[in-house]
């Protein structure tokens, strides 16, 4: 009996500590069970993540960052939506070994331009989220620039011919990858072809104009044209040597001979029925090599000659052409006559004149007689 009674009071001498711990305990319940504290997580940051992106993008990529010393060890959900809407565009989970996030945009395809929100949670707890904006414009060049070297500083014109001249342009709007081709021609002959890829969304880069065979660019006028897929292309001229001035001429003249200069000699407006050759033309200044002209001589509104030619000389000279007999002529036929001399891109110059019949001499009575 006594070892019985002394075993029950060593019993309670144990378990009474217990049971008052117990009920001081804040997590004591009354018939409710032991509730679970919510765990603790990281916040999740998204370090040079983008905050616009191209119309045409079809997926986002992030890297998401583990903030503080506490590990994320359960995999976080991902849920994208339109910024100010809950309803879910789409969802998925991100391991953390995962070094990226890779978001599929809906089908695969474009979404509407417009501000959306990403968020990540592990149970009811936000991890982190990250807005950005689809524009509603296409990609576009915003600026395009001449070099002569690839630092620049940027030039009108090449004054010189050169192996080598660069292009510096700016864009906006662009998706990562987004092709650019550049193509530099004279008179819609390629002579220089390029194709790059554009790294960011928007910035500037610098492209380099080669000839093949290391051939230089000569002396004239080219034009660079830059495509950016899905956007209208852009040209840009340019300019090696000095700017072309237009040429001056003097009026048209029609004269019985030239000098070896051109320099026209005996000047008339009438010629005798005698006549073997005519020359007719102008004298200029600031010719430029190649340039097109053409000379029409008509006699009582039909042609008897066209010419036409490209000046090869200085920038000061004289265009004629002649105006001669045939084989089978002996004179040049009278009568009255116009001359028009056009020069590329200018107006005609026009001038007329007249060749005299012969008229034979009167008879007299002595002439008679003989």
Known sequence: MN???????????????????????????????????????????????PTTLCRDATQLRLHPVVEGTTPLEIPATWQLSTAGDTTPLAGGQWIPGQLDLFIAFPKGSPMAPGDYTLILTAGETTLGSHSFTIL??????????????????????????????????????????????????????????????????HGEGVVACYQQEGTSWERGEYTARLTITGSDPVTFPIRIGPEPQSPTCEPLFVAAGVTPDGS???????????????????QCRDLSPDLGWEISWQRSGSEVRHYRGAWQGDAEGTLWDSLTVTETTRFL??????????????????TTFAIIPYTPPAETPESVEQ
């Open 3 to 49: 070892k019985s009674i002394h075993r029950a009071l060593s019993l309670a001498f144990v378990c009474l500590p217990l049971i008052i711990s117990a009920c001081t305990s804040p997590y004591a319940s009354s018939g409710a069970g032991w509730p679970v504290a919510e765990p603790t997580y990281p916040a999740l940051a998204f370090p040079a993540a």
């Open 264 to 282: 026209p000699t005996a000047l008339q407006t009438r010629f005798q029925w005698y006549t073997q050759a005519l020359y007719s033309g102008t």
């Open 136 to 201: 509603d414009t296409e990609a576009q060049l915003t600026g395009l620039e001449l070099y002569l070297t690839p630092d620049g500083p940027a030039v009108e014109a090449l004054e010189k011919e050169t192996p080598v001249f660069y292009l510096h342009y700016t864009y906006s709007a662009a998706c990562p990858g987004t092709p650019l081709w550049v193509t530099v021609s004279q008179e819609e002959l390629p002579l220089c072809s390029q194709h790059l890829s554009l790294l960011e969304d």
């Open 333 to 350: 036929t009278a009568g009255t006559y116009s001359v028009t001399l056009t020069l590329e891109g200018q107006k005609p110059l026009t």
